[in-house]
């Protein structure tokens, strides 16, 4: 009987070891840039927008480069993603960016649809045109 207990215990312990494995296999990394220009860029996109599916888990990898300002509290720049019907603001998707690179293990919105992504800090003269597109899909 104490066999059978530990060999069912060592099954399971490599059962989620190998479940976890798979999860972060599976989480999708997005680069983005938040420039000194007060503009996001993703590499390979002339119009860059972030596309993702209902759920899935994304690790926003995130350079910024300061522009002209700064928050007090040394953000240059911000990644909020709002709803683009009611301008709402997405749980946990109001990031505060400071200079260099910094790492966000997200989840996508479950709600698929139009969202747009904006500069909160207000890091220039031309940081209103600070935003991209973000859509969800099923």
Same mark, same amino acid.
């Given at each position: 009987m104490?066999?059978f207990?530990?060999?069912?215990?060592a099954?399971t312990?490599?059962s989620?070891l190998?479940?976890? *494995?798979?999860v /972060?296999a599976?989480t &999708? @990394?997005?680069?983005v840039l938040?420039?000194k220009?007060?503009s996001?860029r993703?590499?390979g996109q002339k119009n860059?927008?972030?596309t993702?599916?209902?759920?899935?888990?994304v690790l926003?990898?995130?350079t910024a480069?300061k522009?002209?300002t700064m928050?007090?509290?040394?953000?240059?720049?911000?990644?909020?993603l *709002?709803?683009? /019907?009611?301008r709402? &603001? @997405?749980e946990?998707?109001?990031l505060?960016?400071k200079?260099?690179?910094?790492?966000?293990?997200?989840t996508?919105?479950?709600e698929?649809?139009?969202y747009?992504?904006?500069?909160?800090v207000?890091?220039?003269d031309?940081?209103e045109?600070m935003?991209m597109?973000?859509?969800?899909v099923?």
């Amino acid at each position: 009987m104490a066999l059978f207990k530990r060999l069912f215990l060592a099954a399971t312990a490599i059962s989620l070891l190998l479940v976890s *494995l798979l999860v /972060k296999a599976e989480t &999708r @990394v997005i680069e983005v840039l938040a420039d000194k220009d007060s503009s996001y860029r993703i590499a390979g996109q002339k119009n860059p927008g972030i596309t993702v599916k209902v759920g899935e888990p994304v690790l926003l990898r995130i350079t910024a480069k300061k522009a002209k300002t700064m928050n007090r509290d040394g953000s240059i720049h911000s990644f909020t993603l *709002l709803r683009a /019907k009611d301008r709402s &603001r @997405v749980e946990g998707w109001d990031l505060m960016l400071k200079p260099g690179t910094q790492e966000f293990q997200l989840t996508a919105p479950t709600e698929p649809g139009e969202y747009v992504v904006l500069c909160t800090v207000i890091c220039s003269d031309d940081h209103e045109s600070m935003h991209m597109k973000f859509t969800v899909v099923p």
